[in-house]
């Protein structure tokens, strides 16, 4: 019988594949798939780990006092036994036999099966076998993470098997930096239990290109690993186990959407020009700088926000310095082929902490307190760690000499805030002349994704070259709704009267100002909200390259005069959604 889950619906498309189901446990070791040829070299890696962790305890225990505690001595024993069971070993070889998992994906699989049939036993003495089970694992993990990062390397570049089903990622929560862990095109959607619309995860997921739904709150306690599941990412749902009838229909959807996106991609090289004649600027999100290949491939136009915070993470806490930033930034700016390249400074905090074993996570460590994204964030973050901030931005006017470079400053809530920021940078223009080292200019940008900014937005807008709207954020602290918390997720609604004034107040005072304003938050790239942004005078809109050929279709149809109008009837009225829906 199947089960239908319902979600919230974060990155669109359908996709049909075999559950893969990723708990808490270990979603740190790495994720890809061998080769045939490979599965023999990859057992023996598994064995060669099982004895050498078995040799290392073996020696430990016969190195230690003879005094030694009765039961550490046993915990040794019964390490060393689990290392030597045979149907252990065999149940884990099988996950890289049957599915071809790389060794510590399988062991990780392996251990998460295991532990959660010991879960299901209430008996004290299990659930110590279970942590000790976890325990050896880690040994066994830690030694084979330990090998050479070479081979890994080379064996991670396989591709799914030919006619091997493909996979769909179900998990409780994923971290921003634990969903970057997962190769492109090795999972076919994502599903897990928690999460809103715009959490850093879903934002992830979205740049992956795959389906995903979100907060389902469930879906890792119903699904079953190995069991089919459908997972539409329009309408944010789950189907676990569907009947051949529900997999046929889908399968249809499937194809439909493949031929929707075959349409727009025509579109690729059509100028974004409304009706009436006006150019609109359709830039690409993007988190890392091999993400420009995606963003040029769709036709856009520049990069509206590279969110550089993603270049900090998966690291063990270590930062990455001045001359590993100047050349991914350059690489950026490179692969955009004289575009644009717009460089918003680390958003480190809230749902994108820094690893502990950095100093200044300590400062980070506002994550652990009660209201994280309330706390020592973005701009925050950057301004209470100068030396952190300067490395930062001499990489990127370093990178600016190398193409059109514009340096954008996240999470500003006080004019203050962006003197200080402006201060810094002038510092490190002179630090690199006074070091002989090529900088270029850079135009610099205030984001407006906090009510007071917004408010305050005559003010910032005369200290900076352009304005950046971050309506993730700014519906979030405007409607008090937290961005990554499923049970609020009905309240988080872009639409809301308040949320509308302050983007359309923000549009205003840029065009009294002369400065560009442009949208990078996700409502950027919701194709049903783009004639009201054209309406409410938006020209510059920033977004996943997935979503960029339907808003330039919508783009394509509009005629902003027209839209003007009705935007102000949508402004003045206290249900806009309704508005909208009736076009
Ligand atoms: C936003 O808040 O809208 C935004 C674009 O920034 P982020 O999603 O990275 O917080
Ligand atoms: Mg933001």
Redesign the pocket.
């Known amino acids: 019988m199947s089960e239908t889950l319902h979600g919230i619906a974060v990155s669109g498309g359908i996709a049909i594949g075999r559950a893969e189901l990723v708990r808490s446990l270990r979603r740190d070791v790495p994720h890809y798939l061998i080769d045939a040829a490979a599965v023999d070299a990859e057992v023996q890696r598994l064995r060669d780990a099982r004895s050498a962790v078995a040799q290392r305890l073996q020696h430990m225990r016969d190195a230690a006092p003879h005094d030694l505690p009765a039961d550490v001595a046993a915990v040794f024993d019964v390490h060393i036994m689990l290392l030597q069971d045979e149907v252990s070993a065999q149940g884990v070889e099988a996950w890289v036999r049957e599915r071809r998992y790389n060794a510590e994906w399988a062991l990780a699989s392996h251990l998460e099966e295991v532990v959660r049939q010991f879960d299901e036993i209430p008996d004290d003495y299990l659930r110590e076998r279970k942590a000790d089970m976890e325990q050896v694992a880690e040994h066994m993990l830690r030694w084979l993470q330990g090998q050479s990062r070479r081979s890994r390397r080379a064996q991670a570049a396989a591709a799914p098997g030919e006619g091997a089903a493909p996979l769909a990622l179900v998990a409780r929560d994923l971290s921003p930096a634990d969903t970057l862990q997962f190769r492109r095109g090795l999972f076919a959607g994502f599903v897990t239990d928690a999460g809103g619309k ?1 959490s ?1 995860t879903a ?1 992830v997921a979205r740049s992956l290109g795959i389906p995903a739904v979100v907060g389902t709150r469930r879906a890792s306690e119903v699904v079953h690993a190995g069991e089919w599941l459908i997972i539409d990412g329009d309408a944010g749902l789950v189907i676990a186990n569907p009947t051949p009838a529900e997999l046929s229909d889908y399968r249809f959807r499937q194809r439909q959407h493949q031929i929707e996106r075959e349409r727009l991609a025509r579109l690729k090289n059509t100028p974004a020009i409304t009706r009436d004649g006006r150019h609109i600027t359709l830039l690409a ?1 993007i988190e890392r700088p091999a993400d420009t290949a995606a963003a040029v491939d769709v036709g856009a136009v520049g990069v509206g ?1 590279l ?1 550089s ?1 993603f270049l900090f993470m998966n690291r063990q806490g270590k930062l990455p310095g001045e001359e590993e930033q100047y050349a991914a930034y350059r690489r950026a700016v490179e692969g955009m082929q004289g575009m644009p390249v717009t460089i ?1 400074t680390a ?1 480190i905090g ?1 749902d ?1 902490p820094l690893e502990a074993a950095h100093p200044a996570a300590a400062s980070a460590a506002a994550l652990r307190r009660l209201n994280p994204a309330l706390g020592l964030r ?1 701009i925050r973050w950057s301004l209470s760690e100068p030396d952190i901030f300067l490395t930062q931005v001499r990489a990127i006017l370093r990178a600016a000499a190398h193409g059109a470079v514009n340096l954008l400053l ?2 500003l809530t006080h004019v203050s805030e962006i003197c200080q920021a402006l201060a810094l940078i002038a510092r490190a223009h002179e630090q690199l002349d006074a070091r002989g080292i090529a900088r270029g200019p850079v135009r610099i940008g205030a ?1 407006i ?1 906090v009510p007071a900014a917004a408010l305050m937005v005559r003010q910032f807008a005369q200290h900076v070259d352009f304005l ?9 602290y405007t409607l008090a709704v937290d ?1 990554t918390d499923e049970d609020v997720a009905h309240l988080f609604d872009p639409l809301h009267p308040a949320v509308l004034r302050l983007i359309a107040g923000v549009i205003a005072e840029g065009v009294a100002q002369g400065k560009p304003v442009s949208l ?3 409502i950027a790239g919701d194709a049903a909200m783009t004639r009201l942004l054209l309406g409410l005078g938006l020209r510059h809109f ?1 977004m996943h390259p997935s979503r960029l050929l339907a808003v330039k279709q919508e783009v394509l149809d509009a005629d902003t005069t027209q839209l003007s109008e009705w935007a102000k009837e949508v402004l003045a009225s206290d249900e806009p959604a309704a508005l909208l829906a009736a076009g």
């Open positions: 715009t850093h934002i999100n926000l969110r915070e918003r958003d809230a994108k973005a996240p999470m984001m994704e950046s709207i971050g309506t993730n954020d700014l519906v979030q961005r990078c938050g996700e920033s």
